[in-house]
């Protein structure tokens, strides 16, 4: 069954360093997104992905994040400066259509540790 | 604020058992809901989708939703020790999924 891949598993940075964290969406998928979950709170939408673009950010999306689509598989989030805050699960997602009437599936996710 | 609300619990219930969980939101623009699960220190798994208000059943699995109300629930019928994790609601809004903080479900055998 097709899935969602994610790399690396696990990511150890210092504070002000700059990571790049890395997914494969369902090969059929058109859209992509990353959500975060810092230990025990929440999953948290950052940004959603279609046609080359941001199709929506949430707030905690600010300056030092980006993404890109750099070739016909993979879906990069960038993080230009990390602080220790920054510190959580990053997981990426896919799905097949429009949000309103489809299934986001979850790549097993990246633990991003900021020091 | 788009907001997803959830009982933490624990919920505990034994094995054989229906596991009853409950969510309520607040976007009554909201279209879609969807039932993750997630194990501790793993990625959310999707077990259901509900786009209509009614009942949506799939094997054990029964996803209730009532825009009216603003509630979606999850029944889990004949619980197994296995169905032990934390069970997260998510609303649609716009691109996003909104979460609730999830509701942590305890099957003892």
């Known amino acids: 069954e097709p899935e969602v891949t994610q790399t690396p598993s696990h990511q150890v940075t210092q504070m002000g360093q700059e990571v790049i964290l890395r997914c494969v969406p369902i090969?059929?998928?058109?859209?992509f997104y990353w959500y975060r979950q810092i230990l025990g709170q929440k999953v948290e939408f950052l940004v959603s992905?279609?046609?080359?673009?941001?199709?929506?950010k949430s707030e905690i999306f600010d300056d030092q994040f980006s993404v890109e689509r750099p070739d016909g598989s993979n879906f990069t989030l960038k993080i230009r400066s990390t602080k220790l805050e920054d510190s959580a699960m990053y997981f990426c997602?896919?799905?097949?259509?429009?949000?309103?009437?489809?299934?986001?599936?979850f790549g097993p996710g990246t633990r991003l540790t900021v020091l | 604020q788009k907001e997803v609300e959830q009982n933490s619990g624990p919920l505990s219930v034994p094995e054989g058992a229906i596991a009853s969980l409950n969510c309520t939101y607040s976007?009554?623009?909201?279209?879609?809901f969807f039932w993750y699960r997630q194990y501790s220190g793993k990625s959310p798994e999707l077990i259901m989708s509900?786009?209509?208000?009614g009942d949506k059943e799939d094997g054990r699995f029964t996803a209730q939703l009532n825009k009216a109300s603003q509630y979606v629930s999850l029944l889990i019928r004949d619980s197994q020790p296995s169905d032990s994790a934390t069970y997260l609601c998510?609303?649609?809004?716009?691109?996003?999924?909104?979460f609730g903080k999830g509701t942590t479900l305890s099957v003892s055998s």
């Open positions: 976007d009554r623009g909201s279209q879609s």
């Open positions: 992905f279609y046609n080359n673009e941001i199709s929506e």
């Open positions: 998510a609303g649609e809004a716009g691109t996003a999924l909104i």
């Open positions: 509900i786009y209509s208000n």
């Open positions: 090969s059929n998928h058109l859209y």
């Open positions: 997602a896919s799905s097949e259509v429009l949000p309103a009437y489809n299934e986001q599936f």
